[in-house]
């Protein structure tokens, strides 16, 4: 079937803007993940999903980062008050289940330029 | 915290030459170990993984990584390079779920 589809796929936007990243998960995945990565860096965790339950909120830089996900598949991610350093590729992956290190299969990415 | 670290941040290698990527991890409890790869352009993607058994795993395009669990190692190898091979590689750590990934080695292959 499809895989991990992501939009939009490129985001300006000004500073101190609110934007909201989509994730739309391969459908059956129950975990779901959000990356964040800086130019010439890795990947930073931000959030997993399992269903709709987020049980560690750890990687989220700041409050003004938040992430929802809806009927165990759709999951959003808000980051309020854009500020610059803010910009980076935003990714979100799925996979089958949580915990026991299973495949993250990757969408393409979103992304996102603070000016 | 668990951390993950990548020794090379960029290698170049003429076509035919042997690779090796280190990745070294610094939890000491049962983890899963992947390497991922991204090609120029596309998506992030598993190249292998290590969840228990033989610590010598075999992945897609002839890539092999060897878990030594007395060095938090899990090295990724291939004998012979190929142009095509040329990409971004990442080592991650899962632990309970919560994925650590490495920062990345650049690899350029010359052909």
């Known amino acids: 079937g499809a895989g991990v589809s992501q939009s939009p796929s490129n985001k300006v936007t000004e500073k101190g803007k609110d934007v909201e990243l989509r994730c739309d998960p391969i459908s059956g995945h129950t975990a779901l993940y959000w990356y964040r990565q800086s130019l010439g860096q890795g990947l930073e965790f931000l959030i997993y999903?399992?269903?709709?339950?987020?049980?560690?909120k750890s990687g989220l830089p700041s409050d003004r980062f938040s992430a929802e996900r809806t009927g165990g598949s759709v999951s959003t991610l808000t980051i309020q008050r854009t500020q610059q350093e803010d910009s980076a590729v935003y990714l979100c992956a799925s996979s089958t289940r949580q915990g026991v290190g299973d495949t993250q299969y990757f969408g393409p990415g979103t992304r996102l330029t603070v000016l | 915290a668990q951390s993950v670290s990548q020794h090379n941040h960029h290698v170049i290698l003429s076509e035919a030459a042997s690779l090796e990527l280190g990745c070294n991890y610094s939890?000491?409890?049962?983890?899963?170990l992947f390497w991922y790869v991204q090609y120029p352009g596309q998506h992030l993607q598993l190249l292998l993984k290590y969840f228990s058994g033989d610590p010598l795993v075999k992945g897609i395009k002839g890539f092999e990584a060897e878990f030594i669990k007395s060095k938090f190692s899990f090295n990724l190898r291939k004998p012979s390079v190929q142009w095509s091979d040329t990409a971004e590689y990442f080592c991650?750590?899962?632990?309970?779920?919560?994925?650590?990934f490495g920062d990345g080695t650049t690899l350029t292959v010359k052909p």
């Open positions: 999903f399992q269903g709709n339950s987020a049980p560690d």
């Open positions: 939890y000491g409890g049962t983890v899963n």
């Open positions: 991650a750590v899962n632990f309970a779920g919560k994925s650590t």
